[in-house]
């Protein structure tokens, strides 16, 4: 259970600067990468979203920075309505959200309601030697409307829930941001989700209605 409700009754007692933060960098793409739960709440998450945003899409997210007691700051997906994320969310057509669980295993679980870009992912990430699987189970399917990562343009995003096992995989100290490093498999994952964000963001660009020719004169 979460300790608020809502980003409001979680700002009434939370002081932005010293217990969470918020970062993001709005670019006109139809791809926005957001990690909700990022920084001390789902170690990790953060640096994943954005190295996989980097300059090619929108970035959010919403750390946890303090030193202990992180875990308060959660707002589930369903729920998560903070403004500047709500924001970049729906400027998107599509929102590709990252979040961390505790499985122990090295494995994506991949959610959402966009089922092309879930099985582009998929593949992409077999190919590549990641273990990854369509999301099933209750609680991290993401396939409520109301979930920030279908709030784009499209109402159809993608949620990846990492396991701990695989971010672990990923990060050196995953626990100390301070000393915290990057492995090899931290660069192989993002490349290859890059890679199938690309192609989802010219697809999308592709479908854009086009607007009004203009004559010659």
């Known amino acids: ?110 959610g959402g309601r966009s089922n092309v870009l879930k099985q582009r992912i998929c593949r992409a990430l077999a190919v590549a030697g990641f273990r990854a699987e369509i999301s099933d189970l209750p609680g991290i399917r993401g396939i409520r409307p109301e979930n920030i990562c279908n709030r784009g343009t499209s109402g159809e995003g993608v949620q990846l829930e990492m396991s701990r096992g695989l971010r672990e995989k990923m990060f050196e100290n995953i626990e100390r941001r301070s000393l915290r490093k990057k492995t090899p498999v931290f660069y192989e994952f993002v490349d290859t989700i890059k890679k199938a964000l690309l192609a989802e963001a010219i697809c999308e660009l592709n479908t854009r209605p086009s607007g009004p020719k203009r004559r010659s004169l």
């Open 1 to 110: 259970m979460d300790t608020y409700q809502n980003f409001a009754e979680l700002a009434r007692n939370e002081q932005e600067g010293r217990d969470f933060s918020i970062l993001f960098r709005d670019v006109d793409s139809p791809v926005a990468v957001m990690a909700p739960h990022g920084g001390g709440i789902e170690p990790g998450t953060l640096d994943i979203a954005g190295a996989l945003a980097g300059r090619d899409f929108a970035f959010y997210a919403f750390s946890g920075i303090k030193k202990s007691g992180n875990r308060n700051l959660h707002l589930t997906s369903n729920r998560f309505d903070e403004p500047i994320g709500l924001q970049i969310a729906q400027k998107a057509a599509v929102v590709v959200a990252v979040h961390g669980n505790r499985e122990k295993s090295e494995v994506v679980f991949v």
